[in-house]
Structures are given as structure tokens and as C-alpha cells.
């Protein structure tokens, strides 16, 4: 005897393995043998004919019996004294047991998996003694439930065909008794409560087994009565798990197919049945058990890689729901306008996942351009698109079901529902800003749509039907059966552009721009300045033309100033910050932060390589946008044959009586007037930019000193703004004009005059401002982007020579530095430089109306 348990012992594993290949093997040739026997077409038939309430009903019957499991790990984890979370004790219950359902091997899984989520805190012995004593009562409800089958096939209520196997039915039946004789005389004493607890949670579990399998038939119009069928499920269900084959695949289905059979069950309704039962109680839920642990095992991924890649994860599931509902809202359409071509080509019907009734005229195209407009306002984030979504997918579904579409539509709706709520993370933008990137990929899909309406109506016409090249055949899956059909079609997009735009303009919500005026906020700005100095542009914030973003350290001090503009969703942020220069990275985080909770993208126009690379790290594109010049003060000179010209010029203009002076602020209402007829004579009734130039603006003016050259009679003919960095290290110019009275050479005297006083005053770098795309885009190898920059800017500019400018300053720069434009990557390059140029060429007094515009909008 001991010859044979050592034996047995010894190659265990290898007869464990032929069991389970022969009763596979078993299995599999008697499935082979039914399959012959059952007709697809039939089987389809049967499942195209249920209702979608009743499989919808099936499905949450389905999880409601899978449901008490849960209660098992709830009673191990207080015996063991496991404090847990309810959330997260239903999350990893329903995960080890829909996914031991399925896998099956005699509940090996659920051990393994029981142990990951549940017995890392504590004793392993512990642990492994409780979960043995739980797993010996857990299959008291199915005994239960043989012992109501046995007393069937005794009393003759069940078939011949079940009785032939009542031996299992007996094997089942005294599991109960067995495991509690076993368990008492047991040295490790169960207690009664414990025994009666976990055998209540089994009969719980196996009640819902046997629900779900009768509602499911229920739902396929199954007559059979339940003293009937209930033996033969019992004894299906013990010879399955008997068989350790993943889920009782194959062997359950085998005997209930033969069985329902024997009960005159057509093999094509038994096998339906049994696919809904697996459905509901089965792939669903495990299904949901597999996203759970995904989840879950997932979360602790996340954590361990600085939430990248659940990052990654949710930007790709946020891509599919909006492309899918792209994809919902086109179909939909094209469904209402060319219903017959989903049948003329087979292509398209796959690509239909609405069945073939489901779309009519004016709902269809409703819900369809609705659906375009929401897929819109998920794609751009927009907290405010999230319910608006789910209910025209609603009314979407409801449409369905009364038009009685297949179920795998309902279910494509209802997948498409859960997905946009699974995704409502995502959205966070606190209103929609609708950017001519967006309308452009909104306008070209309604563009086509109308193309296709518009052309059917014409093809629809009657007097193009005689046309004899055209043959009727080519143009049926077109026609509408009257134009009066077409007509109304036309109607209806008219209402359905009415209801979009207002659907727009509630996403749109009331239009925040981050920031504020910067009018009123002077002092602000100064005192940053006056602590952390300035820089070439920072002067240019006080024209009043643009906003002013202020960054506030962690003792809520100002020390950062960022300057910008609104065009479209662009934020134009004019130069380089202004204050600390440590706080610039997190200046730049908090504003891109802000700018994107308001739907608005930056644009760093003209701005050093420093912040150029700190914008790169939030994932920023940049171009090169241009050349700065610059020129070395204390190198500076007049002497030798280099500077002759120079030196000659000057010396015949002070010959003929030009001087040079500088004058300080305040200015007199006199010098203001005669600078302005300067500034008039050089404009010659042409409209001033602002932006990134100062214009003629008093209290701008009055800031800093101003370089003039007068004539002999003490009349000036010319005049250059200073803007001081406030650093007495670099020196700037802003507006610099003359009349049509300055002698030629004027500006370069001015300069010269300019570069000597600079000098004297202790400063190192003279700033001559920017050459717009000097050496941009001209190689052939530059970056495309580039090259579009370039061709865009030289077309939309026509105020400013800025190839001249280029060579003027040229004669002097020591040193060209280059300037970038940083722009988000989802952002066109085409639109971001027709932003910038809407910026940089709108005259001073639109600039003033789109200012008081917002003061207004804002004060509402």
C-alpha cells in the first residue's frame, strides 16, 4: 500500500496531466461531433430575434449573481482581522472570482491571486490555515443544490438522460456532510458560525448561477419547465468543475447540449442559450474583473514610473473616445443622406456600427452633426462637453432601441457612453476656446458632409435623371424618393447649425482670458523692475495694448511679469519674462497651467534661447523667428578708415547746424507737440502698429528719456525712444522717426550720437532690436516650419521694410543673437504666424477697441 501512495505521490503531476489531456481530448471530439450538426445561420437567427431589454436584462442579472462572491473575501479578510477598504475589497473580490470562474483549475487561481491582493500583511501560515478552511466550505451551495437534483431524479421528475449520471449528483450531495464531519473532528476547530456563514454565501452564489441560466433562456422564449432542466444543470455544472478545465468549457456545454437535446431543445436555440448564460455570468464580468486588475496591479505600475505611463494610457483612451465619436457623428450623417450605399458597398456596411434602420432623416442628422459638435468639446477637454455628451448618446440609444437596432449597436452605444464617463478625468478646461486649428478640422468634416447632401440634391433632380451618360444604376444608392425629402433634409441642417452653435456657446461658457489689464497693475510691474531689473522689451508692457500675467512666489510676492496678447486661443507673450530670473521656470509652468485650464495655448513671440529651451521642456516647438543686434559699447569707436563715412557724416550735419541732446522726463505739452509732428510727418497718414513696437502714446512717452537732433533754427526732425533695462548693463531704442526736413544720414547721426553718450554712461550693450527672419527659412535644408514662417511673414507684411532694417542695423552689430518664437505642438504653424501677425500688424486703435472690448466682456 505504501508502495502505491509513493507511487501515486511520485508522479502525481504527470497523471493530473493525462486526466485533464483525455477529458480535453474527450471533449473536444464530441464537441467536433455537435458542431457538425448545428447550422450558423440558425444560431445567428436565434440571437438576432432576442429583444435588447432582455439581453440587457440578462447581463444585470448576470452581475448581480456574481455579486455575492464578493462575500467570501469580505468574511476571510474579518477573520483575519484585514482592515480594507469596501472600495477596494469589492474591487480585488470581483477580480479573483470572475477570474476564477473562467480559468477554473479547481480554484488554484483564486489562491494565488487571494494571496497578492490580501496576505502580504499577514502570517503565512495564518493565512494559508483560513483560506483552506473557507475553500472547504465553498462548495456547499452546489451540494445543496444536488441534493434538490438527486431527490428530483429519485422522484422521477428529472429526464432519463440526467439520471445516468446520479452518481455524481450522490458525490455532490455528500460534500456537505463530508466537509463538516471532517472539519470537526479537525484539531483546528471551524467554528459553527464560520461553517454557517460561508455555506449561506455558497447557496447565495449558486442561486445566482441558476438565475442567470433561466433568465437567460426566459430571454430566448425557452419553454422548458425547471424541474427539468435544474438536474441536468447541477450535474453539468459538478462533472465541469470535476474536469478542471479552464471554466468547464466544453465539458459542461457538451452534457447540456445533449441533454437539452433529449428535452427537444433544438442544438441551435441549446447552444444560444448556453453562449447568453456565459455571457452574462461569465465574459462580461470577467471582463470588468480584467479592467479592475488592470487597474489596480496598474495604479502601483503608475506610481513606481512617476504616473507616465498612466499618463500615456489615458492621452491614447481619450484620442479613441474623441475619434470615436467623430466617427458616431459621420456615419449617423452619411446614413441620413446615402442610406443605400451602406448596401451597395460592403465595406462601408462594416464600417456601420448602427444597423441598417436605424438612421431617418432629421433625428439621424440631428443626432449625428450633435455628436460632431460634442466629439469637438471632448476633444478639447472642455469640462462643460461632459454631460451634454452622455445625453445625446442617450437620446442616441434611445433612438436605437426604438427603431430595434441590433444589439451590437446598443452595445457600441452603451461601450461609447461608459468610455466618454471613464474619460471625464481628462476633462478640465474650464471653458471652450473654439482656435482656427479646430475649425478648420471641423469645417473641412462638415464641409464634406454638406458637399455630399448638397450633390445629392442636384443628382436628385428630375431633369438630370434623362441625362443619358448618367445610368440610373450608378445613382440609386444616392436618390432621395423626392426632392421634397432633399428639401427638408436642407431644412434640417439649417436647425441642426442653429443648435450647434448654441451647443458651442454653452461650452464656450463666459469667456475668461488669464491675467490681467495692465492698466491699473503700474505699480506692480515697476516694483519687479525696480528689483529684479528689466529687459529690451519690458517698456512695452506699459503701451497698455497688452495683458499682464503676474507670478507670485510661495510668499506671495510679485516676481515675474509676462506680457501677452489674446488672438484666437493664442496667448502672444511678447519677449522674455520680466523679474527673478530663478522663478522663470515655474513662471512658465504656472502660466502654461493656467492658459490650458482656459482652453488658451501660448505663444513665446520673439524670445531668448534661454526661455525658448524652458518652454521646450513643457513640450513646446520653437523656430527661429529672427536675429537681435547688438553692439559692444566699451569697443566702440569713430576712429580709424573702418568708421570714415560715419565720421565724415556727422561732422558735415554739425557743420550745417544739426545737434544731438537727450532730454529727460517729464516733457512739456510743447515738446510733446512738436515730437508729434515728427511722428505724423514719418507715419504719412499710414495707421501705427503696437505690439511688439512702441507708438506715439504720451503717458508711454513720458516713462523714459528721449534722444532728438534739431536743425539749425532748434526745430527737431528727428527723435528715437530709449528703453532702459534698468540693469545699467544694456541699452535699448523703441520708436525712432524723423520728417521729410531731416537731412539724409539723420538716423545714422542719431545712432552714432547715440552709441558715444551710451558709452560715457557706463553701459556695456546697445540693443538695436530685432531683424525679423534674418537668415531664417532661406537654406534649403532650413526646417519646413521655418520656411513657412518666413514665406507667411514676408506676405503679411507690408508696413515695416524689414530687409532694410537688416542692413541698417548691419552696419553696426557686433554681434547678431537669435530670437525664437516657442509654440504649443498642437498648434499649426500657418495659424500660429497668422496670430502673431494679427497681433503684430493690428493698428493701435483696433488694438484699443479689442481692449475696452474685453474690459467690458469681463466686467459682466
Same mark, same amino acid.
Given at each position: ?277 456565459? %455571457?452574462?455570468?461569465? &465574459?462580461?464580468?470577467?471582463?470588468? #474583473?480584467?479592467? !479592475? =486588475?488592470?487597474?489596480?496591479? @496598474?495604479? *502601483? ?56 434602420? %436605424?438612421?431617418?432623416? &432629421?433625428?439621424?442628422?440631428?443626432? #449625428?452633426?450633435? !455628436? =460632431?459638435?460634442?466629439?469637438? @468639446?471632448? *476633444? ?481
Amino acid at each position: 500500500m505504501r508502495k502505491i501512495k509513493a507511487l501515486f505521490h511520485k508522479y502525481s503531476k504527470w497523471l493530473e496531466i493525462i486526466f485533464l489531456a483525455t477529458v480535453t481530448l474527450a471533449v473536444f471530439v464530441e464537441i467536433i461531433s455537435i458542431s457538425k450538426s448545428i447550422s450558423p445561420g440558425e444560431l445567428a437567427r436565434q440571437f438576432g430575434g432576442i429583444a435588447i431589454w432582455k439581453i440587457i436584462l440578462v447581463i444585470v442579472v448576470g452581475l448581480i449573481g456574481v455579486s455575492p462572491m464578493v462575500a467570501y473575501d469580505h468574511l476571510l479578510n474579518k477573520t483575519l482581522h484585514n482592515k480594507l477598504k469596501f472600495s477596494y475589497l469589492f474591487e480585488s473580490s470581483w477580480v479573483i472570482n470572475t477570474i476564477n470562474n473562467l480559468a477554473g483549475f479547481g480554484g488554484f487561481v483564486s489562491v494565488g491571486l487571494r494571496t497578492e491582493f490580501y496576505g502580504k500583511k499577514i502570517e503565512n501560515k495564518q493565512f494559508g490555515a483560513t483560506l483552506t478552511r473557507l475553500f472547504m466550505f465553498i462548495m456547499s451551495g452546489l451540494s445543496f443544490y444536488s441534493l434538490i437534483a438527486l431527490i428530483m431524479v429519485f422522484t422521477g421528475v428529472a429526464t432519463d438522460y440526467v439520471g445516468n449520471f446520479w452518481i455524481w449528483l450522490v458525490g455532490g450531495t455528500l460534500y456537505i456532510p463530508f466537509v463538516w464531519i471532517t472539519s470537526t473532528l479537525n484539531k483546528n476547530v471551524i467554528t459553527t458560525k464560520f461553517k454557517l456563514q460561508v455555506t449561506g454565501i455558497s447557496i447565495l452564489e449558486w442561486t445566482g448561477v441558476v438565475v442567470t441560466f433561466f433568465v437567460a433562456g426566459w430571454a430566448l422564449g425557452m419553454p422548458v419547465p425547471f424541474h427539468q432542466v435544474l438536474p441536468l444543470l447541477i450535474a453539468a455544472t459538478i462533472i465541469g468543475i470535476c474536469s478542471l478545465i479552464p471554466g468547464s468549457i466544453g465539458s459542461f456545454d457538451v452534457i447540456m447540449i445533449l441533454g437539452l437535446s433529449e428535452l427537444g431543445v433544438n442544438r441551435e436555440l441549446a447552444l444560444a442559450w448556453l453562449l447568453l448564460y456565459r %455571457i452574462a455570468y461569465y &465574459f462580461i464580468p470577467f471582463a470588468i #474583473g480584467l479592467i !479592475l =486588475l488592470v487597474h489596480s496591479f @496598474g495604479s *502601483t505600475f503608475n506610481e513606481r514610473y512617476n504616473n507616465v505611463p498612466g499618463e500615456i494610457l489615458m492621452s491614447i483612451g481619450h484620442r479613441i473616445v474623441s475619434g470615436l465619436l467623430y466617427f458616431s457623428g459621420v456615419i449617423m450623417i452619411l446614413y441620413a443622406t446615402v442610406p443605400d450605399a451602406f448596401t451597395y458597398w460592403k465595406w462601408l456596411r462594416r464600417l456601420n456600427p448602427w444597423s441598417a434602420n %436605424i438612421i431617418s432623416e &432629421f433625428p439621424s442628422i440631428l443626432l #449625428g452633426f450633435m !455628436l =460632431l459638435m460634442v466629439a469637438r @468639446g471632448i *476633444t478639447s477637454k472642455v469640462k462643460r462637453a461632459l454631460y451634454p455628451t452622455l445625453i445625446i448618446l442617450l437620446f442616441t440609444l434611445i433612438y436605437m432601441i426604438y427603431h430595434e437596432v441590433s444589439y451590437l449597436s446598443v452595445a457600441f452605444a452603451i461601450i461609447l457612453m461608459l468610455l466618454v464617463w471613464l474619460s471625464r478625468k481628462r476633462l478640465f478646461r474650464k471653458q471652450f476656446v473654439y482656435s482656427w486649428e479646430a475649425r478648420t478640422i471641423d469645417g473641412f468634416i462638415w464641409a464634406i458632409l454638406v458637399i455630399i447632401y448638397v450633390v445629392i440634391g442636384v443628382y436628385s433632380l428630375p431633369a438630370l435623371k434623362n441625362i443619358r451618360f448618367i445610368r440610373p444604376q450608378h445613382l440609386d444608392f444616392i436618390l432621395f424618393p423626392s426632392m421634397s425629402v432633399w428639401v427638408s433634409g436642407a431644412i434640417a441642417i439649417v436647425m441642426v447649425t442653429i443648435i450647434t452653435f448654441i451647443i458651442e456657446r454653452f461650452f464656450e461658457g463666459h469667456r475668461i482670458v488669464p491675467g490681467e489689464q495692465m492698466q491699473g497693475n503700474e505699480q506692480r510691474l515697476d516694483n519687479i523692475i525696480a528689483t529684479f531689473n528689466g529687459n529690451s522689451t519690458s517698456q512695452l508692457a506699459y503701451l497698455n495694448d497688452k495683458r499682464i500675467y503676474f507670478y507670485q512666489n510661495a510668499n506671495q510676492e510679485d516676481t515675474v511679469a509676462i506680457q501677452f496678447r489674446a488672438v484666437n486661443n493664442k496667448l502672444i507673450v511678447m519677449g522674455d519674462l520680466i523679474g527673478n530670473s530663478v522663478d522663470f521656470p515655474l513662471a512658465i509652468e504656472q502660466f502654461i497651467h493656467d492658459s490650458d485650464d482656459l482652453g488658451y495655448d501660448p505663444v513665446f513671440y520673439e524670445v531668448s534661447q534661454e526661455i525658448a529651451m524652458l518652454a521646450h521642456e513643457f513640450g513646446f516647438n520653437f523656430i527661429k523667428m529672427g536675429e537681435e543686434a547688438h553692439i559692444e559699447l566699451p569697443e566702440f569707436t569713430l576712429a580709424g578708415k573702418k568708421r570714415k563715412a560715419e565720421r565724415t557724416m556727422c561732422n558735415k550735419l554739425e557743420r550745417e547746424g544739426f545737434k544731438f541732446s537727450i532730454i529727460q522726463p517729464p516733457f512739456d505739452t510743447e515738446f510733446i507737440q512738436d515730437i508729434r509732428k515728427v511722428s505724423d510727418d514719418w507715419l504719412h497718414g499710414r495707421k501705427e502698429k503696437g505690439f511688439s513696437l512702441g507708438f506715439f502714446n504720451e503717458s508711454y512717452l513720458q516713462r523714459q528719456p528721449i534722444a532728438i537732433v534739431q536743425d539749425v533754427d532748434d526745430k527737431i526732425v528727428a527723435f528715437t525712444t530709449i528703453m532702459d533695462s534698468n540693469n545699467n548693463i544694456e541699452i535699448s531704442i523703441d520708436l525712432m522717426r524723423f520728417n521729410d526736413a531731416a537731412p539724409s544720414g539723420v538716423m545714422d547721426y542719431m545712432f552714432i550720437k547715440l552709441f558715444t553718450y551710451m558709452q560715457e554712461q557706463g553701459y556695456i550693450d546697445f540693443n538695436l532690436g530685432m531683424a525679423p527672419l534674418a537668415n531664417v527659412g532661406t537654406y534649403y535644408r532650413s526646417f519646413t516650419e521655418e520656411r513657412i514662417a518666413n514665406l507667411v511673414y514676408q506676405f503679411g507684411t507690408n508696413f515695416y521694410s524689414f530687409q532694410g532694417l537688416r542692413r541698417f542695423k548691419g552696419k553696426y552689430a557686433d554681434e547678431w543673437r537669435a530670437r525664437y518664437t516657442s509654440y504649443s505642438k498642437t498648434s499649426f504653424i500657418l495659424y500660429v504666424m497668422i496670430a502673431l501677425l494679427v497681433a503684430d500688424n493690428s493698428s493701435v486703435e483696433s488694438q484699443n477697441n479689442h481692449r475696452l472690448s474685453v474690459l467690458k466682456y469681463n466686467a459682466k
